[in-house]
């Protein structure tokens, strides 16, 4: 026999979705450092078997992740990272994924400019995530879905700096015809641009994809040395000298570096 305090079936489950809306929210705005069951039962009210059930809930459905350690949940991104999924390329595991964006989280933090997660796909970059700082006039250059020929901004460039020299020319002569539209760029200066990232370690460029805007890519890669992604960060060109050019690729480095450990 129901009692006048027992839940419908009806409005248990408005009160669940409200929940895990709630936990997300809290979620969202601990980037990147997370929470663990206890403090979100502090914070929201609910009780604690109650969060760590919303927790698995929203894990399985892809909207929040866990740590290594599985103790803390972090925000899933964008539409919980299943954005991230869709353009990532398929060899590139989820775990790897989502590590590096948490590391963009960090970085968009510390430089308050945009950060983003770009792949290839053939003779083009796509964009796979993108995360924004709080500076006041950030550079989108690129969004989730959004695709260059590969060697178009910055990422692109770190990417195709990593081919080998006769891969690197093939893909581009197939993209020849495109490069005009990027500000001028011609094939032979996609070439000098590549030979000059491989020598500084990292790519540099500047009003090619988006007027006014300079990015600085830095790409992982395997022992081998094939690419696997690139991050790159972009601002205005006047908050980019030569010193916080590198500073932000030795940032970039250092992501980077702690993704390894998912494809070694």
Same mark, same amino acid.
């Given at each position: ?64 992740? /866990? ?10 991104? #964008?539409? %919980? *990272? !299943? $954005? @991230? ?83 690197? /020319? ?10 005009? #539209?990027? %500000? *001028? !760029? $011609? @094939? ?77």
């Amino acid at each position: 026999m129901k009692t006048e305090n027992a839940p419908s079936a009806k409005s248990a489950g408005p009160r669940t979705l409200q929940k895990g809306l709630t936990v997300l929210s809290l979620l969202k705005s601990a980037a990147p450092d997370g929470f663990g069951a206890t403090e979100v039962a502090n914070r929201t009210g609910i009780d604690r078997v109650s969060v760590q059930r919303l927790f698995l809930a929203l894990e399985n459905g892809g909207w929040v992740r /866990r740590n290594k350690a599985g103790k803390r949940f972090y925000s899933g991104g #964008e539409v %919980g *990272g !299943l $954005s @991230a999924l869709l353009w990532a390329p398929h060899h590139v595991s989820r775990e790897l994924i989502y590590a590096a964006m948490e590391g963009m989280r960090r970085l968009a933090k510390q430089l308050g400019d945009a950060v983003f997660l770009i792949g290839r796909d053939g003779a083009e970059s796509v964009g796979i995530h993108r995360e924004i700082g709080d500076y006041p006039m950030q550079i989108l250059a690129s969004f989730p879905g959004k695709r260059h020929p590969l060697g178009v901004g910055s990422a692109g460039m770190a990417l195709l700096s990593a081919l080998p020299d006769a891969e690197a /020319r093939a893909v581009v002569e197939a993209n020849s015809s495109r490069l005009e #539209e990027y %500000g *001028g !760029l $011609s @094939a032979e200066m996609i070439h000098r641009l590549r030979l000059n990232a491989q020598e500084r370690g990292y790519a540099v460029m500047q009003n090619y994809a988006v007027s006014g805007a300079l990015g600085v890519g830095c790409a992982l890669t395997r022992e081998d040395g094939a690419p696997i992604l690139a991050l790159s960060v972009s601002s205005i060109t006047d908050r980019m000298p030569i010193k916080r050019q590198m500073e932000t690729a030795r940032l970039l480095r250092r992501e980077l570096d702690n993704l390894r450990e998912f494809f070694q």
